[in-house]
């Protein structure tokens, strides 16, 4: 079971990026998955999660209305796309796949895959 992400690198301030997320003998239909991130200095953080049914995505405040998280049925991918963003967003992105994402929530429950980061760099 694999999960890797890709898609990062430099980005000035106000510009857009979309991550991907390709898993490996695991099938996204079937698990919820989440974006996370940890800048330097920091905790890890979620960004946003979808819950196994697709029905419900949820995002932190600091990303809601610039970020879009999505899951492709059937090819075991996901994705993270990232607008208007800010030096503040900053940090290593990492996907993750989880038997339970609670409806409206990144709280997770049951086994968990966590994929190696892509980092993410905004600076002019």
């Known amino acids: 079971v694999q999960l890797q992400a890709s898609g990062g690198g430099l980005v000035r301030p106000g510009g857009s990026l979309r991550l991907s997320c390709a898993a490996s003998?695991?099938?996204?239909?079937?698990?919820?998955v989440g974006w996370f991130r940890q800048a330097p200095g920091k905790e890890r953080e979620a960004v946003a999660c979808?819950?196994?049914?697709?029905?419900?995505?949820w995002y932190a405040d600091s990303v809601k209305g610039r970020f879009t998280a999505s899951k492709e049925r059937f090819k075991n991918m996901m994705y993270l796309e990232m607008d208007t963003l800010k030096p503040e967003d900053t940090a290593v992105y990492y996907c993750?796949?989880?038997?339970?994402?609670?409806?409206?929530?990144?709280?997770?429950?049951?086994?968990?895959?966590w994929g190696k980061g892509t980092l993410v760099t905004v600076s002019s």
């Open positions: 003998e695991l099938p996204l239909d079937y698990y919820g």
């Open positions: 979808i819950t196994t049914s697709d029905d419900s995505t």
């Open positions: 993750a796949a989880f038997d339970t994402v609670v409806l409206g929530t990144c709280r997770h429950y049951g086994r968990e895959y």
